[in-house]
């Protein structure tokens, strides 16, 4: 469980994301790092299967990646409520856990104290395996009520 | 590593911090929320070592607890920078790490999808320990440059 200094942890970050071989789950909140996005396009073109949950108040933000993922077909849900969806976790392959504080923006990479946990142990990832499946139902968008 | 629902774990939260028997550390980008604030306020009076770090900017918000529990005589620390101190991290008895995406406010416990995770291996609790004594020492008022 390393605690890297966030402007120095960028590129272990993307390295762990980038031995995905099957899947890649991502519940973040707020998304506009080009450096994380690309790696994550990447993926998605290795014919890995990325699903992405983020919250409907921040993915229209300046500099939001979002649209960018979405247009190169990779599948995107997002809340549909008033509070926020304020996970800022990755699942690689239904195995790691990366989890913290760090929102997936270029601010908090360059300017924010931040912790970021890599957890391997099953018994741990296992709530947020369940926690991002519940999520990806809810916000499908089958279910919408408007 | 349990991961409640935040509408529901504000009572184990509580209880996990109330198992303090010597210290609390605190790491706490944004704290507004009266519950938890009585509890680091009740181990105060119990004794207990308490410090806490908080975010300079967000520690004048509206319905901020920093002010309450600085008047009570807890030690407070808070950047100088302008970036964010963004942890969101407990230490109790310098053996079990709480951490997670919540904000220690009451939108974030009623409103958003958040998670806890509650951490007692000692590999993933060092650094923790000595991001928060880092973090302690640099914003020591003697280190002040103005």
């Given amino acids: 469980c390393p605690l890297p200094r966030a402007e120095?942890?960028?590129?272990?970050?993307?390295r762990r994301l980038l031995s995905a071989r099957r899947s890649l789950d991502l519940c973040i909140f707020s998304f506009s790092c080009?450096?994380?996005?690309?790696a994550v396009h990447l993926l998605h073109r290795r014919g890995v299967r990325v699903r992405l949950v983020t919250d409907a108040q921040y993915m229209g933000l300046h500099g939001s990646q979002i649209g960018r993922l979405r247009?190169?077909?990779?599948?995107?849900?997002?809340d549909q409520h008033s509070g926020y969806m304020h996970h800022k976790?990755?699942?690689?392959?239904?195995?790691m856990l990366i989890t913290g504080s760090l929102n997936w923006t270029t601010q908090a990479i360059q300017s924010n104290r931040e912790n970021v946990l890599v957890v391997d142990d099953a018994a741990c990832v296992k709530p947020f395996?369940?926690?991002?499946?519940?999520?990806?139902e809810e916000y499908n968008p089958a279910n919408y009520s408007f």
Same sequence: chains 1, 2.
């Avoid at 247009?71 to 997002?78: L, S, T």
């Avoid at 976790?89 to 195995?95: E, T």
């Fill in 34 to 38: 080009p450096q994380l996005a690309r």
């Fill in 71 to 78: 247009h190169a077909g990779i599948q995107v849900r997002h």
């Fill in 8 to 14: 120095t942890s960028l590129s272990r970050l993307v």
């Fill in 89 to 95: 976790f990755a699942i690689v392959d239904r195995r």
């Fill in 129 to 136: 395996l369940d926690e991002f499946e519940r999520i990806w």
